[in-house]
Nanobody, 117 residues
């Protein structure tokens, strides 16, 4: 079973920045659309961003202008740079990869992001 590997979470003060990474040693991200989701305590999991193979990037309104998603093709990694973090960004962040050519869908185990003063 393929599991994506997230890293980069942690605790920061409001206004701080973090960089999350999603690695996938067993698959090639070049043929996957990669999404980031997050789940705050007591809330449903929500979509945050999407990185498509062709370079298209999409963001939830709540993070637009603050988060930047990108790919490091050489490292087969997708990253999400999170700037100007707010307490409401506190959540477990999950990486999700969906294959372009079949129905394969994979998740990571999640990484905790805590924003507080």
């Amino acid at each position: 079973q393929v599991q994506l590997q997230e890293s980069g979470g942690g605790s920061v003060q409001p206004g701080g920045s973090l960089m999350l990474s999603c690695a996938a040693p067993e698959i090639n991200f070049a043929v996957y659309v990669v999404h980031w989701y997050r789940q705050a305590p007591g809330k449903e999991r929500e979509w945050v961003s999407t990185s498509s193979r062709g370079g298209d990037r999409k963001y939830a309104d709540s993070v637009k202008g603050r988060f930047i998603v990108g790919r490091d093709n050489a490292a087969n990694t997708v990253f999400m740079r999170m700037n100007d973090l707010k307490p409401e960004d506190t959540a477990v962040y999950y990486c999700n990869a969906r294959a372009i050519y079949n129905d394969n869908v994979y998740w990571g185990q999640g990484t905790q992001v805590t924003v507080s003063s």
